[in-house]
């Protein structure tokens, strides 16, 4: 418990009438009470701190207020959150009215969400986020428009097992975007052509989508190639493309 408090991640002021234990069981308690959550790090040189491993409660809350409060956790770096595989406690479980996320987070992958309003609008008010991991996760009516959002200094977004059917983007919604992977988004048949816009666009990584999302992702890389002069923005295909009529050469460019 001291160690949180050097690190910041609970007020170093503690109530008079509340003891350092009783502040730390305070947020603990705020974790068991939701239905997730997994919080975990990722290599890197920089210091981190694995905060928890699951935590599974027996109930499911009956409250749309019962996300964690993860902003107390003020120099977090990385977080992975996720539902479990209970189909039915997760139904019974309310869509929480807010998100509480750190403005510190570098890191966020999310794993069985729904990608309603509330939540995007809180990962796009991140303004430290690099690196966004979507997991089986759906997006309300297959539809997501982010061309009014700016996720201003995300760097690799990753969609995996998306139900996402129409997509629109803006050339500002991800400036600085330099690596794009789709995998299993069965859905999707065309990647925003905006995305071919931005200055900072290098890879494009596809597994097992939509023969017609891997031919919008050549055709980009065509079109950026025309305007730039450069082979640029590299396309890589996974394997399973040689059987829907891909050519061998097209899986890396």
Known sequence: MQLWMAEGFVDHDIPSKSSLEESIQSYLDALISSNLIMVDHIPSKKRTWPFSDMIKPTDPPSHNDWFPKFNVLNKLESLIAGYGDDSELIDQIPPPNEYHFPTSLKVLRLYGFLLR?????????????????????????????????????????????VKLLEWQVDRETIPNLEELILEYCFKLMEIPSAFGDIDTFKSIRMVQSKRELGDSAMEMRKDVEAYTGENILHVHLSYEYSALGYEEESKEK
């Open 117 to 161: 309003p509330a939540l995007l609008s809180a990962i796009v008010a991140l303004p430290e986020l690099e690196i966004l991991v979507l997991n089986t996760s759906d997006f309300s009516e297959d539809k997501w428009d982010a061309s009014g959002d700016i996720y201003k200094s995300l760097k690799t977004f990753h969609l995996e097992n």
